[in-house]
T-cell receptor
């Protein structure tokens, strides 16, 4: 089945630094990937849609200059949290949409990245 | 995409069937009903989806009412490992890169 690998699973960084999170589709090509953020006891909030070879589409209220998304290949999308602050501490999750699929079993999610900014 | 309404929490005894309801009264004709679950501190896991017919797989059954305005996810023999937040999502089409928008879901607790 479709597998999405997300790395790192956990990261602690200092305030003001940048952190890069990788999302890879291991056994399928993904022209589109999605990035979500989840705060404790809350639901997943869609941040942006990552499109291979083009600019990402950000949801309303998400700062594109703060959350840089790069989707340079059909199997890799990266999310960089720039100049991180404690309020950026959250659980970040990616999801991939296969390029070609018959009956769609739905999107596959990564295991998430727990970011803590100190 | 149509909005969904789910109870915030439910309890079920281990070994019994867990029936999770979802209202989607504004669903349109080409929109599918998807169910995902999220176990604590993990990414969501796909469970099942359907358009208008009832569906069953190795994990669960999905019962969609004839008017398609509501559905029920059934876990036939719940185990402790089924404790999770269950999300019902309505989304158009089965192809293409349409985003999934999560509501608040139902926190299901399976009790021994």
């Amino acid at each position: 089945g479709a597998v999405v690998s997300q790395h790192p699973s956990r990261v602690i960084c200092k305030s003001g630094t940048s952190v890069k999170i990788e999302c890879r589709s291991l056994d399928f090509q993904a022209t589109t990937m999605f990035w979500y953020r989840q705060f404790p006891k809350q639901s997943l909030m869609l941040m942006a849609t990552s499109n291979e070879g083009s600019k990402a589409t950000y949801e309303q209220g998400v700062e594109k200059d703060k959350f840089l998304i790069n989707h340079a290949s059909l199997t890799l999308s990266t999310l960089t949290v720039t100049s991180a602050h404690p309020e950026d501490s959250s659980f970040y999750i990616c999801s991939a949409s296969p390029k070609l699929r018959g009956e769609n079993y739905g999107y596959t999610f990564g295991s998430g990245t727990r970011l803590t900014v100190v | 995409d149509a909005k969904t309404t789910q109870p915030p929490s439910m309890d079920c005894a281990e070994g019994r069937a867990a029936n999770l309801p979802c209202n989607h009264s504004t669903i349109s004709g080409n929109e599918y009903v998807y169910w995902y679950r999220q176990i604590h501190s993990q990414g969501p896991q796909y469970i099942i989806h359907g358009l208008k017919n009832n569906e069953t797989n190795e994990m669960a059954s999905l019962i969609i009412t004839e008017d398609r305005k509501s559905s029920t996810l059934i876990l036939p023999h719940a185990t402790l490992r089924d404790t999770a937040v269950y999300y019902c999502i309505v989304r158009g089409g089965i192809q293409g890169a349409q985003k999934l928008v999560f509501g608040q879901g139902t926190r299901l607790t399976i009790n021994p």
